[in-house]
């Protein structure tokens, strides 16, 4: 596959088509598959064959941390760094949380959440001087809870006690079931593991930083993405982003080792797929990044948010979050459980927040339904209060822009106009129930034209804002005693003809949902790793 980011102005005019024909529309769905054969689904575990396997400990439960102490910089104290917190933060962030049973049929829920259940990210580590590790890069096989080494650096050009986490997409994975809009689809889900690893990295009392530095050509020669040997009849994998896990020395990225030995050869995932969706390759070539210099926003001086109710573990909440299926549309949520869930998505110089360099760009748009105390209407959270002017002009003129009582003063909450958008919310989310039962649903509004367009790269960017957005949605969601759950399919152009926008200053790139979760008894719940949870007998 090409690498390297093309020149501007083609680069910017194939996001731009991408993102038009990707859309679905209420006379039309986005292109997809015309079937789908569930028993040819791929594999969804990627693995290196010949490449030297490290088992990973299982003792993410064992962390005292609790879940309110996420929120706060540095609340909770740096475990060592070696094999057993390692396995903690990746058991946090990728590993298998449960196997579901329906039936003849058996699938694995991840700790991060994913599109249809697809899972096309993947995670490596790069290191040195880690205790228990060579030097070098390792994928991680969630299947397994387990390391490959995938390579083993000669000369290390990182300082010692260095932990990098990059990521990848491999884009079939979500081709198969969502044909030519997977691309977005992939996006959300970075951003979902982005904000999956920083709120593991603070639950072992680590930092984790996105690096803006490098450039996609770095990125995937840093992983061995790039490497087309490796990767002979098996799916590609698209570099998407490092993250620092543990302080670089300065601003400059440090340059790939030139003496390495390089280990194992991808797997095949779809034996006989049945579909091409060339638009994917090019939105993904055209949305590459170049180098950059480092970013300079600096989060804002928000008041600090209000204590959590939650009294348990970070583990417990993050192994515990599940997408829910139905809600109970005869419920509501408190007015103090929505205010919060809202609180925590504010751009705060701590976790999740802090893991990003950028200003915020997403707003979400909320449907209310059922929460008490609150009328129900369309509301608007604007994370960046300096953007109002330009919303209010582009919006429909009718529109309130008014402060709801009973809202904490420092959160920004405006309700735009009072009503039922129980019908509007289920229709513009794809018709779907969950869209509509829920105590609110909301639709991830994003300063787009100006963005892409000064940088097409920022494309893949703004979805993984949303992704993050996501991610602290679910488990606020989970610790309130509530779930949630990304609806990725949805009419773009109806969502923003609701709101009166004409043009693409403003698109619509995911949307939510949050309410009282309905079970379903017959799918039967097991556990992840039952091979390693099964007692030991005792010695003799």
Known sequence: MEIGPLPAARALAQVLD??????????????????????????????????????????????????????????????????????????????????KEYGPDRWALRSNPSSGNLHPTEAYLVCAGVPGLEDGVYHYLSRDHALELRCRHGMSALPAGTLLLGLSSIHWREAWKYGERAFRYCQLDLGHALGALRYAAAALGWQAKLLDAPDSDEIAAWLGLDRPQDFAGAEAEEADLLLALTPLPGHAFPSVPTQSEWFGKANTLDRHPMYRWPVIDEVAIASRKPATLPAAWQAPAIPAASPHRSNESAAEVILRRRSAQRFDSQRSCTLADFSALLDRLLPRAAPPWDVWWFEPRVHPVIFVHRVEGLEPGLYLLLRDEALRGRLQAAMRPEFRWSRPGGIPGHLPLFLLQ??????????????????????????????????????????????????????????????????????????DDAFHELLGLADAQFQCLYHFTVGHPLSDGRITTLPPYPERDKPKEPSP
Request: net charge negative.
């Open 418 to 491: 009072p009503g039922s958008y129980t019908q509007a919310a289920r229709s513009i989310g794809c018709h779907q129930a969950i869209a509509a039962d829920s105590c609110f649903a909301l639709g991830m509004l994003a300063e787009f034209a100006d963005v892409v367009q000064a940088a097409p790269w920022r494309y893949r960017q703004l979805y993984w804002e949303a992704g993050l957005l996501g991610q602290a949605l679910y488990l606020e969601a989970e610790a309130a005693g509530l779930r949630g759950t990304g609806i990725g399919c949805f009419f």
């Open 18 to 99: 991408y993102h038009r024909r990707s859309k679905h529309r209420l006379e039309r769905y986005a292109a997809g598959p015309d079937t789908l054969d569930w028993s040819e689904q791929p594999n969804p575990f990627r693995e290196f064959a010949g490449a030297p396997r490290i088992e990973l400990p299982l003792r993410a439960r064992e962390l005292e941390t609790p879940y309110a102490a996420l929120y706060q910089a540095q609340a909770a104290e740096a475990l060592a760094l070696g094999l057993a917190s390692i396995g903690s933060l990746l058991q946090l962030s990728f590993a298998i949380s449960a196997w």
